[in-house]
């Protein structure tokens, strides 16, 4: 009998070779699947499984992530107001960790002998894929034909068109990730420190000139609605996104350290999900205490992290999870954006639980809560410590 095998795929170049390979090469009995994590709609679906039965596997299965995604990865990134270097919202991070563990349990259900991916050596990814595929299903072994064989690009097209497998491999300018939480772009201008990509790289162009305002809601940091209407919180992503991408915006290029130590560039495009990151900051600012505040901002970094390099099973990740879920109790109310091409404004926003709505003082004018001795008693003592640093013999 022939060994079983699980092949995650993206109907890609990489992955395309992949099947061929495992099936033509190595005898496997091959079982393509994909993974959607918002990316993908039902004709590209439909293409997807023709394709993968074109190149010879036994079965084909798709698995759509996008709920799961939400509750368990996209809603504590909104909680924590995660952007890596402060910048990123770990569109392609987090969404591998959630693709991962999907392949990893069907492998696990499906008894297969081994399961494959097909990053090079050279990303992030092979990290992720492996990391999980490791922690879920120890004893299946993992193949990875592109990294272990060292292939260019150019040699797995000779190789496919060898098998008669017919294609438009041309490498495209821009190499295009779509997902719920964010667009990735790269291409040759990310590949140095001084590129700078242009206007039609970007998968959005500019259709929008007038000024608008949205209105989000929030709900226990959840958002569940827009101007006005109650909505689920993928629905809400996904309006923004289009409505954002109309004014192009949420372009943005992250650099960062790779999990294999170098720096790396990549584009992104994410209207939505910065929309929402910077809008339930702002609510937060209101409705948070001071020291909330700052002890999120040390836990989101560190979540944000270890979400980026894979490490998401990680149990400290469901303790984080669990402070992230109790710091959203009065995180509820509206936020208002501005939109204008290229750019978003936070405007204000409207809660019953805005902590500046307090009568007892006013910043900078009025106050009812202490007396002038009061402040300066209090003064005093807290220039206690600096005071005897200086060395002050009257402290």
């Not at 993968?52 to 084909?60: C, K, R």
């Not at 402060?86 to 349990?105: C, D, I, K």
């Amino acid at each position: 009998m022939k060994k079983k095998l699980l092949l995650a795929f993206s109907g890609g170049l990489d992955t395309s070779y992949c099947a061929v390979h495992l099936v033509k090469d190595r005898g496997f009995e091959v079982v393509a699947a994909t993974i959607n994590t918002g990316g993908f709609d039902m004709a590209a679906v439909r293409q997807l499984k023709a394709k993968a039965f074109s190149l010879g596997v036994s079965d084909y299965k798709f698995i759509d992530q996008t709920m799961n995604f939400y509750e368990q990865g996209i809603k504590y990134l909104i909680f924590g107001n995660i952007l890596k270097n402060n910048t990123y919202p770990l569109s392609v991070s987090a969404e591998r960790v959630f693709q991962a563990m999907a392949l990893a349990h069907l492998a696990v259900e499906m008894k297969v002998d081994a399961i494959a991916h097909g990053s090079t050596g050279a990303g992030n990814d092979q990290i992720r894929f492996d990391l999980i595929f490791q922690t879920i299903c120890p004893s299946i072994e993992i193949i990875t034909p592109i990294r272990d064989l060292a292939l260019s690009r150019e040699e797995e097209i000779t190789y496919l068109q060898s098998h008669g497998v017919k294609g438009l491999w041309e490498k495209p300018l821009y190499s295009i990730n779509k997902g719920l939480w964010g667009t990735s772009i790269g291409g040759k201008e990310t590949l140095t420190s001084h590129g700078v990509l242009p206007e039609e790289a970007f998968p959005n162009q500019l259709q929008n000139n007038d000024y608008e305002v949205v209105k989000i809601k929030f709900q226990n940091g959840e958002p569940v609605g827009l101007n006005g209407s109650i909505m689920t919180p993928i629905e809400v992503i996904k309006r923004l996104n289009e409505r954002g991408g109309k004014y192009a915006i949420g372009r943005d290029v992250h650099v960062g350290d790779t999990i294999i130590g170098i720096k790396g560039r990549v584009g992104f495009e994410a209207a939505g999900p910065l929309m929402l990151i910077k809008g339930h900051h702002l609510l937060e600012k209101h409705t948070l205490s001071k020291q909330q505040l700052f002890i999120k901002d040390q836990i989101a970094a560190f979540y944000g992290s270890l979400m980026h390099e894979g490490q998401y099973l990680d149990p400290v990740m469901r303790d984080i999870e669990a402070f992230f879920s109790s710091s959203q109790k009065n995180v509820t109310g509206t936020v208002e954006i501005g939109l204008a091409p290229y750019r978003y404004e936070l405007l204000s926003i409207q809660s019953d639980f805005d902590l500046m709505q307090s009568d007892v003082a006013m910043y900078g004018e009025i106050n009812k809560g202490w007396s002038a001795a009061e402040v300066k008693g209090f003064t005093k003592i807290f220039s206690n410590q600096t005071k005897l640093y200086y060395g002050l013999k009257d402290a």
